[in-house]
């Protein structure tokens, strides 16, 4: 988010910037007049989601683009149940887009704060093993390109492109449309509770298999872990929503502000966090409860927090889990935050964590105002051990040279970008780092 006077950081306070421009395009037209101008300033140009990266991936010392007024509904291709959206549309507007047509998005991730291009252009997820990230559910999408021309890749035209610019890191051009690929509105039934964590690991492969979509959190220093266990329905199941006063304390209350006080307390007296985390896993979900599925899959998050993630081969994901924990034993300062554990379908999208592979998520985050450095050091290490990709919006130390040899379409989506962008416009220091420059 740009404030006044042109300051723009990102939502975990990692990265911030003062952009020499900032852009605020209404058409289509406007963003090609942006990318043009800029040209012929000599300043690089990129836009801006939400700003929920937590890598330095969307900053913008040049021109920064916000996207907040190229946002809603472009057409609906009834037959296909597909609809095509401007790039800037927050996900949490969505689902008021598709409910007159009766329609849904197949999946999402924890929150429904970030743009639907920033969304898929990070690999954003959520968990589920039948099913892909968001970019999955791409079937369209308009560029602007570095020279200004529209760059139109769906079914018809330039089909070949789409697993790139489905998820593009946001280098390959400015993103103004996309088409999604719906389902029919669900429901979902969500049970949540705490359970041993050995129990859970036990049955790691069965519990995520016979799930449509199952997620567990671990708190570090405890033998719980928190599970959610969602099952989709048709959508004329009757719903039993929680009622909003019980949302509210449940995850704005308790959730967020019970946790909240554990991070700070945890700042002053870190001896006191496996005890509090123990606390906080018994009164942290235990309900059950049915609703809209865009209304089960988003959360709220008021506590700030970095985090890193990796994917890793979805056989090897107890293992990892375990080298994990390891770490968490022997890191010697207490983690008040817990470990995210999810999965996700192979895909074909070539810069995605879950290319060619079923994948396993393994999520880890510290208070903001903790110094996550030594933890993610060591999280990464044993990640990196077991074929590891990091997510492209959280934080991680990879570079070109190491990612190269974790994505098989590396090269290609390299050589692509030094088609579209030959010079460079969209670059920022992130990509220079994980794409090479
Ligand atoms: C509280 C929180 C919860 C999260 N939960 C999840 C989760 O459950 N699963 C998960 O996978 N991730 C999660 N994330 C990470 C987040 O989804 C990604 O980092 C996502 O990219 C953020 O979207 P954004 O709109 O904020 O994009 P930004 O961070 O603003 O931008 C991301 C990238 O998209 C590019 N971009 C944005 N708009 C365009 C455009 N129009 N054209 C071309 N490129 C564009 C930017 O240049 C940048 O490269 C979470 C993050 C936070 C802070």
């Not at 359970?195 to 036990?202: G, K, S």
Request: charged fraction near 25%; hydrophobic fraction near 45%.
């Amino acid at each position: 988010m740009t404030r006044p006077g042109g300051l723009w950081q990102n939502w975990s306070r990692t990265e911030r910037v003062r952009p020499q421009r900032v852009e605020y395009p209404p058409t289509v037209a406007a963003v090609r007049r942006s990318v043009a101008a800029a040209a012929a300033r000599g300043l690089p140009i990129k836009a801006v989601g939400a700003g929920h990266s937590f890598t330095g991936i969307a900053v913008s010392p040049g021109v920064l683009l916000e996207l907040d007024d190229l946002s809603g509904l472009v057409s609906v291709d009834r037959e296909r149940s597909r609809v095509r959206i401007l790039a800037g549309t927050r996900l949490h507007r969505i689902p008021a887009l598709l409910a007159p047509y009766g329609l849904a998005m197949e999946n999402l991730g924890d929150i429904d704060r970030q743009s639907i291009a920033g969304a898929i252009s990070t690999g954003t997820h959520g968990t589920g093993s039948r099913f892909g990230g968001i970019a999955t559910q791409i079937v369209g999408a308009t560029l602007v390109t570095a020279d200004g021309d529209l760059l139109t890749v769906d079914d018809e035209e330039n089909p070949e492109l789409l697993p790139a610019v489905a998820l593009g890191l946001g280098a390959l051009g400015i993103l103004v449309d996309v088409t999604i690929q719906c389902v029919p509105a669900f429901v979902v039934q969500a049970v949540e509770r705490p359970e041993p964590l050995d129990d859970v690991l036990a049955h790691l492969e069965r519990r995520f298999a016979d799930a449509d979509h199952f997620e567990f959190y671990w708190f570090p220093h405890t033998d719980v872990a928190l599970t959610k266990t969602n099952t989709r329905l048709p959508a004329d199941t009757v719903t039993a929503p929680q009622p909003l006063l019980a949302r509210w304390v449940d995850d704005i209350l308790v959730g967020n502000g019970v946790h909240q006080a554990v991070c700070s307390v945890g700042r002053t007296a870190p001896a006191a966090v496996p005890a509090i985390n123990r606390l906080s896993a018994k009164v942290w979900g235990d309900r059950s409860f049915s609703d809209a599925s865009h209304r089960v899959f988003a959360t709220a998050r008021g506590v700030r927090f970095r985090e890193m993630e990796y994917a890793v081969p979805v056989e090897r994901l107890g293992d990892a889990f375990r080298g994990l924990q390891r770490v968490v034993e022997e890191h010697g300062r207490p983690i008040e935050f817990p470990v995210e554990v999810r999965t996700a379908a192979a895909d074909d999208r070539w810069m995605s964590t879950a290319y060619g592979r079923a994948s396993g998520y393994i999520a880890v985050h510290r208070y903001w105002r903790a110094d996550p450095t030594a933890y993610f050091a060591a999280v990464e290490e044993v990640m990196r051990a077991h074929g590891g990709r990091p997510h492209w919006g959280k934080m991680h130390t990879q570079d070109a040279a190491s990612l190269r040899a974790l994505y098989p379409r590396f090269d290609d989506f390299v050589a692509l970008r030094d088609r579209l962008d030959p010079q460079r416009r969209f670059r920022n220091a992130y990509l220079d780092r994980v794409l090479g420059g």
